[in-house]
T-cell receptor, first 112, second 114 residues
Framework: QKEVEQNSGPLSVPEGAIASLNCTYS??????FFWYRQYSGKSPELIMF????GDKEDGRFTAQLNKASQYVSLLIRDSQPSDSATYLC????????????FGKGTLLTVNP | DTAVSQTPKYLVTQMGNDKSIKCEQN?????MYWYKQDSKKFLKIMFS???????INETVPNRFSPKSPDKAHLNLHINSLELGDSAVYFC?????????????FGPGTRLTVL
């Protein structure tokens, strides 16, 4: 069973702090890794993707990938109350570019 | 507006009924998907079509039948609805390349089976 594991949280951080969200995956053949943000009652929204080992930065967001450890993370710097949402990690799996397997998500709360 | 759209947004129906959900994307993507998100918020792939061809068919009861009349549309028909079908159904689309599969989601259809 190909799985994507996330700490369900809730993860609570104060405004202005760094939020760190973690994800591990079981399929060593996975090549593409995605972070989605989902506000309550809304659809998932793509915020970051990463394909290569190392860090990828986009504004306040940094994705980190370590394929040897089968680990991907998302750092949110200068967290804002508007960042409060569920963050979903998604990984392509089954040797297919078409299929994404999602983790169950981590609920992040940023306290003013 | 460029987007993935779904209709209806809400669907409330009785057990045993048959219902359909429609999805359209105008992003020029070649691949479309149906996902189910249950009450615990777990998002799970159901089906995927690439250029109108079924390429992913997860373990889904055969009461669920997708249909793709063209690359921009993917509909989902559900026969004999059951209580356990209550969930939010999301349509998504992407342009699949060698490495990437950035999927964009529609607003979702909240199905409630009474």
């Amino acid at each position: 069973q190909k799985e994507v594991e996330q700490n369900s949280g809730p993860l609570s951080v104060p405004e202005g702090a760094i939020a760190s969200l973690n994800c591990t995956y079981s399929d060593r053949g996975s090549q593409s890794f995605f972070w989605y943000r989902q506000y309550s009652g809304k659809s998932p929204e793509l915020i970051m993707f990463i394909y290569s080992n190392g860090d990828k930065e986009d504004g306040r967001f940094t994705a980190q990938l370590n394929k040897a450890s089968q680990y991907v993370s998302l750092l949110i710097r200068d967290s804002q109350p508007s960042d409060s949402a569920t963050y979903l990690c998604a990984v392509n799996s089954g040797g297919s570019n078409y299929k994404l397997t999602f983790g169950k998500g981590t609920l992040l709360t940023v306290n003013p | 507006d460029t987007a993935v759209s779904q209709t209806p947004k809400y669907l409330v129906t009785q057990m045993g009924n048959d219902k359909s959900i429609k999805c359209e994307q105008n992003l020029g993507h070649d691949t479309m998907y149906w996902y189910k998100q249950d009450s615990k918020k777990f998002l799970k792939i159901m089906f995927s079509y690439n250029n109108k061809e079924l390429i992913i068919n997860e373990t889904v009861p055969n009461r669920f039948s997708p249909k793709s009349p063209d690359k921009a549309h993917l509909n989902l028909h559900i026969n004999s609805l059951e209580l356990g079908d209550s969930a939010v159904y999301f349509c998504a689309s992407s342009r699949v390349g060698r490495e990437n599969n950035e999927q964009f989601f529609g607003p979702g259809t909240r199905l409630t089976v009474l």
